[in-house]
T-cell receptor
Framework: GAVVSQHPSRVICKSGTSVKIECRSL??????MFWYRQFPKKSLMLMAT?????????EQGVEKDKFLINHASLTLSTLTVTSAHPEDSSFYIC????????????FGPGTRLTVL | GDSVTQMEGPVTLSEEAFLTINCTYT??????LFWYVQYPGEGLQLLLK?????DKGSNKGFEATYRKETTSFHLEKGSVQVSDSAVYFC????????????FGQGTRLTINP
């Protein structure tokens, strides 16, 4: 399967600061990536679909000005949590869509964000 | 909207026991169905999938059959191993392209030797 990395794996920040999380597709070019959020003991919730070279598509209820997504290249998408608050603390997971033959999503290992 | 419901965890079994993790879904159309597995410290991996009614997905000894009449996609394995300990997620996608996955809440499985 495809290899997807995320950086950082853990981050702790103060309220009011911004945090950037990177998602990289290491062995193929991905035109479509997804960002999910997972609360403790809860399911993954799709936040947005990131398309290379165009604006991300956000799910209902997700603030696009709060969660900035940039997909500037075929191997990198970034999620920036702006003016972070403690309620933004969560596990953020990205995935890439591999269309060739299998049409499967491959997931990164996730980033644990803690906002103090 | 679409939704997926899994049996509550955690589930603890002894090695070589039979495993069933129940999954039911609600969808307006004819979704594709998936089971993903998350091993400790790793990202979600696709375990198996089925794209139409009566299809059976299988991988690594796990099986699940797409049952349209009961809107279910239960995961089964005849003899579990300690290495199967992980969190299992049932998911659906309304279109064939595996886009916009809707996940169940996950079931943590622990296998004791």
């Amino acid at each position: 399967g495809a290899v997807v990395s995320q950086h950082p794996s853990r981050v702790i920040c103060k309220s009011g600061t911004s945090v950037k999380i990177e998602c990289r597709s290491l062995d193929f070019q991905a035109t479509t990536m997804f960002w999910y959020r997972q609360f403790p003991k809860k399911s993954l919730m799709l936040m947005a679909t990131s398309n290379e070279g165009s604006k991300a598509t956000y799910e209902q209820g997700v603030e696009k000005d709060k969660f900035l997504i940039n997909h500037a290249s075929l191997t990198l998408s970034t999620l920036t949590v702006t003016s972070a608050h403690p309620e933004d603390s969560s596990f953020y997971i990205c995935s890439v869509l591999y269309r060739v033959a299998t049409d499967t999503q491959y997931f990164g290992p996730g980033t644990r964000l803690t906002v103090l | 909207g679409d939704s997926v419901t899994q049996m509550e965890g955690p589930v603890t079994l002894s090695e070589e026991a039979f495993l069933t993790i129940n999954c039911t879904y609600t969808a307006t159309g004819y979704p594709s169905l998936f089971w993903y597995v998350q091993y400790p410290g790793e990202g979600l991996q696709l375990l198996l999938k089925a794209t139409k009614a009566d299809d059976k997905g299988s991988n690594k000894g796990f099986e699940a059959t797409y049952r349209k009449e009961t809107t279910s996609f239960h995961l089964e394995k005849g003899s579990v191993q300690v290495s199967d300990s992980a969190v299992y997620f049932c998911a659906l996608s309304e279109n064939q392209g595996a886009q916009k996955l809707v996940f169940g809440q996950g079931t943590r499985l622990t296998i004791n030797p």
